[in-house]
């Protein structure tokens, strides 16, 4: 799915998109399917997601909000630690596959003399 940049959308594709009412075309995420935008939950609650991301940070500093190992945090709590390490495990590879093919069109220019 092609990234979205709100500011970008015209009135048109929000209304298509799903951003204020549901969609004219569903979306489908890992096989779940989307009558809204997904950047929608994002807008409604930038607190909530942006705690989820604090969480995250503290996390990767080894810090858990329970006591104990990672097995006795709550079972919410870690699936939306591993619906952000997806989504990061996805960003890296896409950014490591886009690195490569420009690599290889670079040294393709370069080996024309260019």
Do not use: H, V
């Not at 048109?12 to 998109?17: D, E, G």
């Not at 919410?76 to 952000?84: P, S, T």
């Not at 996805?90 to 690195?99: D, V």
């Amino acid at each position: 799915m092609p990234e979205r940049n709100c500011l970008a959308c015209t009135d048109r594709q929000k209304i298509t998109r799903g951003c204020d009412t549901d969609a004219k075309e569903i979306t489908t995420i890992d096989g779940d399917a989307l009558t809204r935008c997904p950047r929608r939950p994002l807008l409604d609650k930038p607190q909530r997601f942006g705690y989820l991301f604090w969480l995250y940070r503290q996390k990767e500093k080894g810090y858990l909000p329970e006591r104990g190992g990672l097995n006795d945090q709550p079972a919410k709590y870690l699936a939306y630690m591993g619906i952000i390490d997806r989504a990061l495990d996805f960003c890296t590879s896409e950014k490591q596959k886009k690195e490569e093919r420009q690599r290889r069109r670079d040294a393709a220019l370069k080996g024309r003399g260019r």
